[in-house]
């Protein structure tokens, strides 16, 4: 860490207690209306090909730790299959919404505010830790690593997913991205990342929005050496995410078509992991 890491978390805290995940798209947040639209989106676009992944059943009755909950979608999931949940996010707000998604949902898991950084839990306390596009946000990412490796048991599991640099982010390819985003007027809500950014590293950044001040992308080896680094055995790894609820009439792209789209133009890596 260096003397700049506390500074760049304040900045990320500060973002997100103004910006909570998918308040740019969704209405109300903490709103029934907003919690059911949340679902639906996870459900039909971003989640769509990702349930086997996520294995929800599989972790009824074990101890499972949600990193960077935001309003609660997994924790919410994962409390439905009848895992003993516990979350944390860096804001107040999402600690806010996770709560209330709980309760509109009759669920019950313990939802705190806390930095993935330094976890406040004990070495090896949980079978399952997840984290769901969240960690490529945290000013010291290799610390956070670390802190989701030093809490699972020995032999427990880990599901992380992250930013990828694939084929729309090559050199060659980048430009006619750009160029196919502007032409289709498409953009991501709080951002019109293909004609703002400047180049691949700050279209990634831009995400979530203009001023997100931390969001780092990176290949499927880069990723891979820095969880490898932090200790866990690497299981496996999907590619996912094509956000067709960007493209225009992406409502009416077949599923077939979409889970090509999926796999082959995911913007995220979802890596299953293992703590020896």
Not at 132 to 144: F, L, N, Q, R
Not at 166 to 172: K, R, S, T
Not at 242 to 247: A, M, T, W
Request: charged residues 25%; proline residues 6%; aromatic residues 10%.
């Amino acid at each position: 860490m260096d003397d700049r890491t506390p500074l760049l978390l304040d900045r990320v805290r500060e973002y997100w207690q103004e910006h909570p995940l998918f308040s740019y798209e969704l209405s109300q947040p903490g709103s029934p209306e907003f919690f059911d639209q949340l679902d639906d989106l996870k459900r039909n676009d971003i989640e769509r090909f990702t349930q086997s992944y996520w294995s929800f059943e599989q972790f009824r009755g074990k101890n499972v730790l949600d990193v960077g909950c935001g309003p609660g979608w997994l924790t919410v999931k994962y409390a439905e299959a009848g895992a003993n949940v516990r979350s944390i996010d860096l804001t107040p707000r999402a600690v806010e919404l996770a709560r209330r998604f709980l309760a509109l949902r009759g669920l019950s898991a313990v939802v705190s505010e806390a930095n993935a950084e330094h976890l406040p839990f004990e070495d090896g306390a949980f079978d399952l830790v997840v984290s769901s596009g969240v960690i490529h946000h945290t000013a010291d990412i290799p610390a956070a690593f670390r802190e989701c490796h030093r809490v699972l048991r020995p032999g427990g599991l880990a599901k992380v997913t992250l930013y990828c640099k694939g084929i729309l982010h090559h050199p060659v390819v980048f430009p006619f991205t750009r160029l196919a985003m502007r032409l289709s007027h498409v953009k991501h809500p709080g951002s019109d990342l293909a004609r703002t950014s400047n180049g691949v590293d700050d279209f990634i950044r831009r995400y979530d929005g203009e001023r997100n001040p931390v969001g780092v992308g990176h290949t499927v080896a880069g990723w891979r050496n820095l969880l490898v680094a932090a200790g866990f055995t690497i299981r496996g790894h999907e590619i996912h995410f094509f956000p067709r609820r960007f493209v225009p009439y992406g409502r009416i792209i077949p599923r077939s078509a979409h889970r090509v789209l999926d796999r082959v133009l995911g913007t995220m890596v979802y890596f299953d992991l293992e703590k020896p």
